[in-house]
C-alpha cells in the first residue's frame, strides 16, 4: 500500500502542475502535503515517513555526487563566488535578526539561528534546474553552484557549532584525500560501461563519501560532493553523471514528498512561510546587486541571483538539530520558496530580455574576463556547441580544408577542445552581451549543434538580426522542433536519429553493393 500511495500521489500532482506549465517538482512538494493529510485514510504505515527520509537523503547525496563531477575546485575560489557569498550571508543576517527578533518576538538565540538558516539557498532546487536547463556549465551555473558550496560549508559549521558536533580524529584522514585520486581514476577506467559504471557511482556518493564522512564527525552531503570533485577531472566523468540520472531522479521525488510529510502547518506557520516568501526579493535583489559589483554582467548576475532565490534544504536539517519548534514552518517556507522560484527559473530568460535595458543601467565599467566576447578571426564556418556532435562537424569541415570555429558555453569544454588544438571559444549563445560584441566577420556558414532547443532559437534569430544570409544548419532532437528552427531563420534541419539510421542503412546498402559486385 505504501508503494500505491507515494507513486500514486506523487505522479498525479506532477502531471497535473506539468499541465498548468510548471515543473513537476512544485507537484512534487503539493503531494508531500497530500499525502499527509490523507495518507493515514488510505492505509500508510507509520514508518512512511522515515522511509522516504532515508530515500530522499540518498537522492540529495547522489545529486551532490553528480554536481561535484561537473566542478573545479578553480571554480569555487573566485573571487566573485567566495565573496559573494560570505558577503550575501553576512548583510542578510544583519538584517533578518532585528526583524524577526523585533517584529515576531522570538528571543535573540532563535531570531539568530533562523536569520542564519533563510540566509542560505537551496543547493537541490538551483542544481536541478540549472541540469535541468544544461546550465551547470554556463558562467552563471558554476557561479550559483559554487556560491552554494561556500553556503553549504557555512552551515555545516553553524550546525556543528549549535548541536555540539564536531570532527573526530578520524577527519585526520581527509588529509589522505590527494592520494585517493589516482586509485579513483584507476578504477574509472576498469569498471566498464554498465553495471559496475552505476554501482561504482552509487558506492562513492552514498557508502565513502557518505556513511565515510559521518563516521569522521561530517557532513554525508559534502562527502559525496568532495568524492565526486575528486572526479571530476577524468575524462569519464561525464559518462558516469549520466548513468545515475535516472537513479538520481527517482530518489529525489522522495525528498519533495517528504517535505509535505515534516507536518501540516496551522496558521501561525502559514504566517510565517508568506511573510518570509516576501523577503525572496530582498534575497534575489541583494545576490544581483553583488555580482554586479563583481563586475559580472547584468545578465549573468541575474541568472545566478535568480537560481539563488529559495531557501535552503539545509534549514530542515538545522531545525532538525536545534530548532524542532519550528520545523513546520520552514517545511511550509522551503515549498513556498519552491513555488516561487521554480516558475520563475523556467523563464529566467525571456525575463532578463524583458527587462534587460533596466538592469543594464546597473552593470560597470569593467567586465570579468570570463565573459568577454570574442573575436571570430577568419573563421569561415561557425560551429555552436562542441559536444560530440559539434566535433565530428569541425573534424568534417577541417577536411574539406575550410577554417571552423567552435563556440561552447562550458568553458572546460571549450579548453578541452583548446588543448585538443582546436580552434574553440567560450561563448554563450543565449547571453545578448555575447551577440552585442558579435562581428560576422568571414563566416560564411553556421552549424547550431547544442543540444538546447531555446538556445538553437536564439542563435538563429540573432545570426539573422545581425544581418548573416549564409546558411544555418542546425540538428533536432525531435520533429517538433524542427518547424520552430526553420522559423527562427534555420535553413536546414536535421533529426540526429533519424540521420544516423540513414547512414548506417547507407553503409549497409554499399556493403551488399559490394557484395553483389563480386558474386556477379
Known amino acids: 500500500m505504501f508503494e500505491v500511495i507515494i507513486l500514486g500521489f506523487a505522479f498525479s500532482f506532477g502531471l497535473l502542475v506539468r499541465q498548468a506549465g510548471l515543473p513537476p517538482l512544485v507537484g512534487f512538494l503539493a503531494a508531500g502535503f497530500a499525502i499527509n493529510l490523507f495518507g493515514p485514510a488510505l492505509g500508510l504505515p507509520d514508518h512512511a515517513g522515515?522511509?522516504?527520509?532515508?530515500?530522499?537523503?540518498?537522492?540529495?547525496?547522489?545529486?551532490?555526487?553528480?554536481?561535484?563531477?561537473?566542478?573545479?575546485?578553480?571554480?569555487?575560489?573566485?573571487?566573485?563566488?567566495?565573496?559573494?557569498?560570505?558577503?550575501?550571508?553576512?548583510?542578510?543576517?544583519?538584517?533578518?535578526?532585528?526583524?524577526?527578533?523585533?517584529?515576531?518576538?522570538?528571543?535573540?538565540?532563535?531570531a539568530l539561528l533562523l536569520a542564519i538558516t533563510l540566509s542560505f539557498s537551496s543547493t537541490v532546487l538551483a542544481a536541478k534546474l540549472l541540469e535541468g536547463k544544461r546550465e551547470l556549465g554556463a558562467f552563471h551555473g558554476r557561479t550559483a553552484i559554487g556560491i552554494l558550496i561556500v553556503q553549504d560549508i557555512i552551515a555545516l559549521v553553524v550546525l556543528a557549532i549549535w548541536s555540539g558536533q564536531t570532527p573526530n580524529i578520524f577527519a585526520l584522514l581527509l588529509l589522505g584525500l590527494p592520494l585517493l585520486r589516482p586509485v579513483l581514476h584507476r578504477l574509472l577506467d576498469m569498471v566498464g560501461h554498465e553495471e559496475l559504471l552505476v554501482l561504482m557511482g552509487m558506492l562513492?556518493?552514498?557508502?565513502?563519501?557518505?556513511?565515510?564522512?559521518?563516521?569522521?564527525?561530517?557532513?554525508?552531503?559534502?562527502?559525496?560532493?568532495?568524492?565526486?570533485?575528486?572526479?571530476?577531472?577524468?575524462?569519464?566523468?561525464?559518462?558516469?553523471?549520466?548513468?545515475?540520472?535516472?537513479?538520481?531522479?527517482?530518489?529525489?521525488?522522495?525528498?519533495?514528498?517528504?517535505?509535505?510529510?515534516?507536518?501540516?502547518?496551522?496558521?501561525?506557520?502559514?504566517?510565517?512561510?508568506?511573510?518570509?516568501?516576501?523577503?525572496?526579493?530582498?534575497?534575489?535583489?541583494?545576490?544581483?546587486?553583488?555580482?554586479?559589483?563583481?563586475?559580472?554582467?547584468?545578465?549573468?548576475?541575474?541568472?545566478?541571483?535568480?537560481?539563488?532565490?529559495?531557501?535552503?534544504e539545509f534549514?530542515?536539517?538545522?531545525?532538525?538539530?536545534?530548532?524542532?519548534?519550528?520545523?513546520?514552518?520552514?517545511?511550509?517556507?522551503?515549498?513556498?520558496?519552491?513555488?516561487?522560484?521554480?516558475?520563475?527559473?523556467?523563464?529566467a530568460h525571456p525575463i532578463y530580455d524583458r527587462y534587460e535595458a533596466r538592469l543594464r543601467r546597473y552593470e560597470r565599467d569593467t567586465v570579468h574576463p570570463d565573459e568577454q566576447p570574442k573575436s571570430m578571426g577568419d573563421a569561415e564556418v561557425l560551429i555552436f556547441g562542441m559536444g560530440r556532435t559539434g566535433s565530428a562537424a569541425y573534424a568534417f569541415i577541417e577536411d574539406q580544408g575550410l577554417k571552423p570555429l567552435g563556440l561552447d558555453a562550458d568553458t572546460y569544454t571549450a579548453n578541452a577542445q583548446k588543448e585538443a588544438g582546436r580552434n574553440v571559444l567560450f561563448a554563450d549563445a543565449e547571453d545578448s552581451n555575447f551577440w552585442r560584441g558579435f562581428d560576422i566577420g568571414r563566416i560564411k556558414a553556421a552549424i547550431l549543434a547544442m543540444d538546447d532547443l531555446e538556445a538553437k532559437l536564439i542563435s538563429a534569430r540573432a545570426l539573422r538580426q545581425k544581418g548573416f544570409s549564409g546558411p544555418i544548419v542546425a540538428h533536432a532532437l525531435h520533429e517538433a522542433h524542427e518547424e520552430q528552427i526553420r522559423e527562427a531563420g534555420a535553413d536546414c534541419t536535421y533529426l540526429t536519429m533519424n540521420q544516423a539510421g540513414i547512414s548506417l542503412a547507407e553503409q549497409a546498402a554499399t556493403a551488399l553493393g559490394g557484395d553483389r559486385d563480386q558474386r556477379g
Open 204 to 312: 562513492l556518493s552514498l557508502a565513502i563519501g557518505g556513511m565515510g564522512f559521518e563516521a569522521m564527525g561530517l557532513s554525508s552531503e559534502l562527502g559525496a560532493l568532495v568524492m565526486g570533485v575528486l572526479l571530476s577531472t577524468h575524462g569519464r566523468a561525464k559518462e558516469l553523471g549520466k548513468s545515475l540520472w535516472s537513479l538520481k531522479e527517482v530518489f529525489l521525488v522522495a525528498f519533495f514528498l517528504q517535505i509535505g510529510l515534516t507536518g501540516l502547518p496551522d496558521q501561525g506557520a502559514l504566517v510565517f512561510a508568506l511573510a518570509v516568501g516576501v523577503l525572496l526579493a530582498f534575497k534575489g535583489m541583494l545576490f544581483f546587486a553583488l555580482m554586479v559589483a563583481f563586475n559580472l554582467h547584468a545578465r549573468s548576475a541575474f541568472l545566478t541571483a535568480l537560481s539563488l532565490t529559495a531557501y535552503s
Open 50 to 110: 522515515k522511509t522516504l527520509e532515508h530515500i530522499a537523503h540518498l537522492g540529495v547525496l547522489l545529486l551532490l555526487f553528480t554536481v561535484g563531477l561537473k566542478l573545479r575546485l578553480e571554480q569555487i575560489a573566485q573571487p566573485h563566488v567566495v565573496g559573494g557569498a560570505l558577503a550575501h550571508f553576512a548583510i542578510s543576517v544583519a538584517v533578518l535578526l532585528p526583524g524577526l527578533w523585533l517584529f515576531m518576538g522570538v528571543d535573540g538565540t532563535t
Open 315 to 347: 534549514g530542515l536539517i538545522v531545525a532538525a538539530g536545534v530548532l524542532p519548534d519550528y520545523l513546520v514552518p520552514l517545511a511550509l517556507a522551503l515549498a513556498v520558496s519552491f513555488v516561487i522560484s521554480a516558475p520563475l527559473n523556467r523563464f
